[in-house]
């Protein structure tokens, strides 16, 4: 067996450990596991810009077509909700609506004479001063209010503002696809929760109250309010109810119905959905998983120990959201197997190659098994959610697998 040098990150006991096992176990040749991932962002702000206009946006026709509308027709409601599952495009979508909103030199394609309907080809033009500095999300007329807490640099009176310059990265790193926990990430505010502050709701009212510098719109768009501190929320139902002229507020959030309800009350609702780019490339993910999930538990069963630690670093360079929704899908083929062994009919979609491996395989999950199987998932998830490292959480879930098929011959 060809013995190599520990991976970068990776422990060299550990290493060590798997080749004194390769030995005893006799293994051969170390086979590579090959990632079948494909970069699958649902979609691209503009490479050279960072830019988020509407056509920068995939998929999302309908709703991009209801926004436009609402500007061509002079109908923009001064407080709006776009709320949305966290990987839907909801935060992209209301820049760019922004940004068209405040654009000075919007594309607005006539009407044809067949009158066919030309509003979704409408978006603002990415080059007027307004555009530029949206583009790089420093218009003094956009304003961001997002979940905050004091962190080793900014230690105490947390403010959005001062966390600007991370939000800027952030953004423009996560294509603006942000998720709460990537953001705590991003700022290190460790284990404690982030919350929209009263000190911040007053940089509202404050921010609010001067005249907007050089365009139509202020703009305040406020990120996450489902993390609005309780007693923070009368500091701003006022302003939200009469907002000074020509202000938009764009409030932000995957589940309304933690919004507090007087706040909720107060906005136009904007339902996001998935679109059917995200819903397409899901589709794909779970091609993907299928395979490695498939080879993963081949591997197990034969105790192939060489091919497992192979899988857990190659699976660990993938990220902590791409390894959950891996053991996610995992719980969930564990589960069919659990139906097909009970008689219960799987849910159409499910066929193919998928419907063959999980013939093959619910015989090995029998109901003791499936107790075990499902626990040591669900451990993995847990464990993921608090960054335990990849590579080590992989392999040791693989080793406990190999010791649910072969629990006399595999000593852990
Ligand atoms: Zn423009």
């Known amino acids: ?22 030995d005893c176990f006799g293994m051969g040749k170390t086979a590579i596991f090959v990632s079948e991932r494909k970069n699958l962002k649902p979609w691209q702000a503009n490479p050279k810009t960072g830019d988020v206009r509407f056509s ?50 919007r594309i607005i394609p006539a009407q044809p004479a067949t009158g066919a309907d030309s509003i979704e080809a409408a978006d603002s033009c990415g080059v007027c001063p ?101 007693s923070a929320a009368p500091k701003i139902l006022k302003i939200l109810e009469e907002p000074p002229d020509k202000t938009l507020f764009i409030l932000i959030a995957d589940e309304p119905d933690q919004i507090i309800k007087t706040i909720l009350s107060r906005l136009l609702m904007v339902k996001i959905p998935k679109s059917d780019i995200l819903q397409h490339n899901a589709a794909e993910e779970e091609t993907i998983h299928f395979t490695v999930f498939r080879t993963w538990m081949r591997n197990c069963y034969t105790g192939k120990v060489a091919e497992l630690i192979a899988f857990a670093s190659e699976i660990a360079k993938t990220g902590r959201e791409k390894e959950k929704s891996f053991l ?46 499902n626990s040591l998932l669900n451990d993995a998830i847990y464990h993921i959610e608090r960054n335990a490292h990849g590579a080590t959480l992989f392999l040791d879930l693989s080793l406990k697998f190999v010791r649910q098929f072969k629990p006399i011959f595999v000593p852990l």
């Open 130 to 230: 307004s555009c530029v500095k949206y583009q790089k999300l420093a218009h003094p007329d956009l304003h961001f209010i997002f979940p905050v807490a004091t962190t080793k640099r900014v230690t105490k009176k947390p403010l959005s503002k001062l966390f600007i310059a991370d939000w800027r990265q952030f953004l423009l790193e996560s294509n603006y696809q942000a998720g709460l926990q990537g953001w705590y990430e991003a700022i290190g505010i460790e284990n404690k929760q982030g919350i929209i502050n009263a000190d911040d709701c007053m940089e509202i009212i404050t921010t609010l109250s001067y005249k907007s510098y050089e365009s139509d719109y202020k703009v305040m768009i406020i990120w996450m309010v489902e993390k609005l501190y309780y």
């Open 1 to 22: 067996m060809t013995r190599r040098k520990p991976a970068p990150g990776e422990p060299a006991w550990l290493l060590k450990w798997v080749y004194v096992a390769a």
């Open 56 to 105: 920068d946006i995939a998929g999302n026709t309908e709703i991009k077509r209801k926004l436009i509308k609402t500007v061509i027709d002079q109908r923009v409601s001064h407080a709006q909700l776009f709320f949305g599952p966290e990987d839907s495009c909801k935060l992209a979508l209301a820049i760019a609506y922004a940004q068209f909103i405040n654009c000075t030199n």
């Open 328 to 373: 996610i899908y995992a719980l969930k083929i564990i589960g069919y197997c659990a139906s097909m062994n009970y008689g219960q009919k799987l849910p159409p979609g499910v066929d193919g190659e998928e419907l063959k491996f999980i013939r093959d395989f619910s015989p090995f999950i029998t109901s003791a098994k499936l107790v075990e199987f």
